[in-house]
């Protein structure tokens, strides 16, 4: 199965992702704070974490530590089951921003925002002030069309 096919069955169109997730992945470096994001917006939608980690080195070629730092997120919250709003992610079909919890606790509890503490545009792509962003995020739609997720036969 290809990359992108796999995204866009499992989260929604490319062209539908947040702003804010297509910045982190495409134009920013890595740092803590960009990566919670990421692997939270993953780890939400459900993307197993090879996925998650083969998107991000995909995108950012910088980011050769990045599966490593998805993969503890990812198993801090797999862990915790009692935890409750450990991040944060926006969530593409639903159009709303939920906690991740614990699964102990509800998997759709929809975060209040605070419009200074919170940062997370969610507009898409097409609607991004940032114009280098709608270049480069079709660029690599085109990129991630061919490139194989993983082999169903396998």
């Known amino acids: 199965m290809y990359l992108l096919e796999f995204l866009e069955y499992s989260i ?3 062209t539908l992702w947040p ?10 470096d890595w740092c803590p704070d960009n990566m919670v994001k990421i ?29 490593y730092i998805i993969g503890a997120f990812y198993s801090t919250w797999q862990d915790n089951k009692d935890g409750l709003h450990m991040a ?20 759709t509890e ?6 200074i503490e919170d940062n997370m545009d969610c507009r898409t792509m097409n609607h991004s002030q940032i114009p ?6 079709l660029l690599t739609k085109q990129l991630m069309y061919d490139a194989v997720a993983f082999d169903l036969m396998d």
């Open 12 to 14: 929604a169109d490319f």
């Open 88 to 107: 944060k992610y926006y969530n593409v079909r639903e159009g709303k921003i939920f906690w991740i919890n614990g699964k102990n606790h509800s998997q």
């Open 39 to 67: 692997a939270a917006f993953f780890f939400g939608h459900k993307i197993p974490l090879s996925i998650a980690s083969k998107v991000y080195t995909y995108c950012n070629a910088r980011g050769h530590l990045a599966p």
């Open 132 to 137: 280098s962003l709608h270049a480069q995020a």
């Open 110 to 115: 929809i975060v209040e925002l605070n419009p």
């Open 19 to 28: 702003t804010y997730i297509l910045e982190l992945l495409l134009l920013k």
